[in-house]
């Protein structure tokens, strides 16, 4: 989960709760975040990568690996690729969520290891997901795609 400061380590957490069209409750930095542009709720309600993704970026940068939670995703998986599910509900646990979109980098990948955030384009770097039904998600919980 990400820290009430920005900037500091992402918080681990064993489960998370979701609400519906909110975000990850507790999460207060993208709780009901808007997007200013048309002023409906964002579609970065939960940030999702592949534990895989990373593994293969670490190994290019020549670097031993990239702990969990440092690429700044609320949820790490394994065994499923996310990117193509883009436009598809899944469902993790007792909630479903809607990966809306393929996730922009930021700058603080760079900080991670120089040429990180270009590695992390061209469906190499997450998604973006809306909550369709609230539930909560635990970890080691499957992702099962829904439609």
């Known amino acids: 989960m990400h820290p009430p400061v920005a900037g500091e380590p992402m918080l681990p957490a064993d489960s998370i709760?979701?609400?519906?069209?909110?975000?990850?409750?507790?999460?207060?930095?993208?709780?009901?975040?808007?997007?200013?542009?048309?002023?409906?709720p964002t579609q970065r309600q939960v940030t999702l990568?592949?534990?895989?993704?990373?593994?293969?970026?670490?190994s290019a940068l020549g670097l031993p690996g990239i702990a969990a939670g440092r690429v700044r995703s609320n949820i790490e998986t394994e065994g499923i690729n996310l990117v193509p599910l883009a436009g598809r509900d899944i469902r993790i646990g007792g909630a479903v969520l809607h990966i809306a979109a393929p996730r922009d980098p930021?700058?603080?990948?760079?900080?991670?290891?120089?040429?990180?955030?270009?590695?992390?384009?061209?469906?190499?770097?997450?998604?973006?997901?809306?909550?369709?039904?609230?539930?909560?998600?635990?970890?080691?919980?499957?992702?099962?795609?829904?439609?």
Request: aromatic share 2%; with cysteine; charged share 30%.
């Open 49 to 58: 990568i592949e534990r895989e993704q990373i593994a293969e970026h670490a």
């Open 106 to 147: 930021c700058h603080k990948m760079d900080e991670i290891a120089p040429g990180l955030r270009e590695r992390m384009t061209n469906d190499k770097q997450g998604v973006l997901a809306v909550i369709v039904q609230s539930g909560t998600i635990k970890n080691g919980d499957a992702i099962q795609p829904i439609n």
């Open 17 to 40: 709760a979701v609400e519906t069209d909110a975000g990850i409750i507790g999460n207060t930095r993208y709780w009901k975040r808007q997007s200013r542009s048309t002023d409906q």
